[in-house]
């Protein structure tokens, strides 16, 4: 019997993992899926850009102005109630934003209850009410230089950005807003990552695994 069945009297392996944007917290919470996947454990990641709020009511070159790095950006209310349910053992439909069009899509994406839920985005660890659902928390950070360029890489190929739009919003609302709420959410973390190259952490991402193993023997 393998990690996945053996403890179903279990409630889920909760993990909150939070960074500023480009810091690699969307890959490393990949790889530690994966490997958990292979130790036996099925996961799904619970990601908080799927909660940006609707702005159908605003005009388009409204939402291109919008900060999307300050917290009251996220739907926290939404992403709670869900990740309630998951924890619960509940099935829920992910709203799917559409970064293009800078709002929500209509239709939604179903994420079915797993042994291991890791709860990634910018403000994962920003609220006490998160921070009490999880098991762990890890703050993954990175050089400036590095994690700008992700993100213009990322905003380019595929948000639909141009290189002027993309650094415009780096210098007006990614640092700022970075600074004032997400670096300081730093100090809830049991673990920080200081990602430095491309290489993805290994002994971090062993670290978690072994843990996540553990939890369920």
Partial sequence: MDAMTARQDLKP??????GGSGSG???FSR????????????????SLDNYYRPL????????????????DA???GLAY?????????????????????????????PCVPAPLIVVEGLYALYLERFLKLYHYRIFVATGIATAALR???????????????????????????????????????????????????EKATEGLVRMVRDFFR
Avoid at 13 to 18: H, L
């Fill in 13 to 18: 392996f909760i993990v909150g993992i939070a």
């Fill in 25 to 27: 917290k969307t890959t």
């Fill in 31 to 46: 790889k530690v899926v994966e490997e958990c996947r292979k130790a036996g454990i099925a996961g799904t990641i619970f």
């Fill in 56 to 71: 159908e009511r605003l005009s388009l070159a409204e939402r291109k102005a919008y900060n999307f790095d300050h917290p």
């Fill in 74 to 76: 996220i739907d926290f």
């Fill in 81 to 109: 109630r869900h990740l309630r349910r998951l924890a619960a053992g509940e099935r829920v439909e992910l709203p799917v934003y559409d970064f293009k069009a800078y709002t929500r899509k209509k239709k939604t994406l």
């Fill in 151 to 201: 993100r213009i890489s990322r905003d380019i190929s595929e948000r639909g950005r141009d290189v002027e739009g993309a650094k415009h919003q780096i210098l007006t609302t990614v640092l700022p807003m970075y600074e004032s709420y997400v670096k300081p959410t730093q100090r809830n973390a049991h673990f920080s990552i200081n990602w430095v190259g491309e290489e993805i952490p």
